[in-house]
């Protein structure tokens, strides 16, 4: 019994033992890669006659649509013969890869006899510069209700990521990630305060970064709607600010009273903060001792 027993071991280790072996060597781990690159697995080990392999290859991005491995490319040898160096094709330009620095691709290689499967390479794509070719909303447009939608139209291929921007004034946050659809980066906003905003917004491919153009935009809902008090509060909160009461808040060492009027009359801003009535009540006292006083005299 343990004669077949090991009789079967032997029978399953061998075909391991003297399975041929295949490693990519281009691209190579962490290269950055552009144009017609070739894709290279070096074949060895391989008995006499068992010289033809073919290779499937394997390639994902997790930054991109690409994020789970799919087949890109099929690739066989041909010459024939041990220790060979075989299994090339081209790439990127004929497979039209997406700009990326988060590239993984393995091979699943066999002959008549054996299926082996190589380690995993990461590598950069980078055709090009991130591209962009369009803002939305349009710059100096007025929008009146306070939800807005961002759009940056830009070549998907060129970029795998982006960032809105606001600067100096804001309507919560400087920064809002963008989400890609096809050829283009959007993100949505609602309950934005009237003001007066400038935006720009960045894209990346994870190795090069593109920045757009400024845009300026009005939000100006006429003083017609109370919406202003939740995203007033959601804006002072954000800045490390307390809410007092449903439209007076305070921030910094202020009082800020929304006062629910147009564009460019939203706020009044009180020094002191909460002690401002104290304050004007000493004051009165103080001024009305001296009155008393010099009318005494």
Same mark, same amino acid.
């Given at each position: 019994?343990?004669? @077949?027993?090991?009789?079967?071991?032997?029978?399953?280790? !061998?075909?391991? @033992?003297?399975?041929?072996?295949?490693? %990519?060597?281009?691209?190579? #781990?962490?290269?950055?890669?552009?144009?017609?690159?070739?894709? =290279?697995?070096?074949?060895?080990?391989?008995?006499?006659?068992?010289?033809?392999?073919? *290779?499937?290859?394997?390639?994902?991005?997790? =930054?991109?649509? =690409?994020?789970?491995?799919?087949?890109?490319?099929?690739?066989?040898?041909?010459?024939?013969? #041990?220790?060979?160096?075989?299994?090339?094709?081209?790439?990127?330009?004929?497979?039209?890869?997406?700009?990326?620095?988060?590239?993984?691709?393995?091979?699943? *290689?066999?002959?008549?006899?054996?299926?082996?499967?190589?380690?995993?390479?990461?590598?950069?794509?980078?055709?090009?510069?991130?591209?962009?070719? /369009?803002?939305?909303?349009?710059?100096?447009?007025?929008?009146?209700?306070?939800?807005?939608?961002?759009?940056?139209?830009?070549?998907?291929? =060129?970029?795998?990521?982006?960032?809105?921007?606001?600067?100096?004034?804001?309507?919560?946050?400087?920064?809002?990630?963008?989400?890609?659809?096809?050829?283009?980066?959007?993100?949505?906003?609602?309950?934005?305060?009237?003001?007066?905003?400038?935006?720009?917004?960045?894209?990346?491919?994870?190795?090069?970064?593109?920045?757009?153009?400024?845009?300026?935009? %009005?939000?100006?809902?006429?003083?017609? /709607?109370?919406? $202003?008090?939740?995203?007033?509060?959601?804006?002072?909160?954000?800045?490390?600010?307390?809410?007092?009461? /449903?439209?007076?808040?305070?921030?910094?060492?202020?009082?800020?009273?929304?006062?629910?009027?147009?564009?460019?009359?939203?706020?009044?801003?009180? $020094?002191?903060?909460?002690?401002?009535?104290?304050?004007? %009540?000493? #004051?009165? !006292?103080?001024?009305?001792?001296?009155?008393?006083?010099?009318?005494?005299?």
């Amino acid at each position: 019994m343990k004669k @077949i027993f090991l009789i079967g071991l032997i029978l399953l280790v !061998i075909p391991t @033992i003297f399975a041929f072996t295949a490693t %990519i060597e281009s691209p190579s #781990a962490s290269e950055s890669v552009s144009g017609n690159t070739l894709l =290279n697995v070096t074949i060895a080990s391989l008995g006499d006659g068992n010289g033809q392999v073919a *290779c499937a290859y394997y390639a994902r991005a997790t =930054n991109t649509g =690409n994020s789970s491995y799919g087949m890109i490319v099929n690739a066989t040898n041909t010459t024939g013969g #041990a220790d060979i160096v075989g299994v090339n094709t081209t790439y990127l330009t004929a497979l039209n890869l997406q700009d990326s620095d988060l590239w993984s691709i393995y091979a699943d *290689c066999q002959n008549s006899t054996d299926t082996v499967t190589t380690s995993a390479v990461t590598f950069t794509v980078d055709n090009t510069n991130p591209e962009v070719t /369009s803002l939305s909303p349009s710059d100096g447009s007025t929008d009146a209700d306070g939800t807005v939608t961002f759009t940056i139209s830009a070549p998907s291929a =060129n970029s795998t990521g982006g960032t809105l921007h606001f600067t100096n004034n804001h309507p919560g946050s400087k920064a809002y990630t963008l989400t890609e659809g096809t050829d283009q980066f959007t993100v949505s906003l609602t309950r934005m305060p009237e003001g007066r905003y400038e935006w720009y917004a960045t894209l990346t491919d994870g190795t090069d970064t593109t920045t757009s153009a400024t845009y300026e935009m %009005i939000v100006d809902d006429g003083g017609s /709607s109370n919406r $202003k008090v939740g995203a007033i509060s959601a804006l002072v909160q954000s800045e490390g600010g307390t809410q007092l009461s /449903s439209r007076t808040f305070s921030i910094g060492g202020y009082t800020i009273k929304d006062k629910l009027s147009d564009f460019g009359n939203t706020l009044t801003k009180t $020094k002191w903060g909460p002690f401002a009535p104290i304050v004007w %009540i000493i #004051a009165i !006292i103080v001024i009305g001792f001296i009155v008393y006083k010099a009318n005494k005299k």
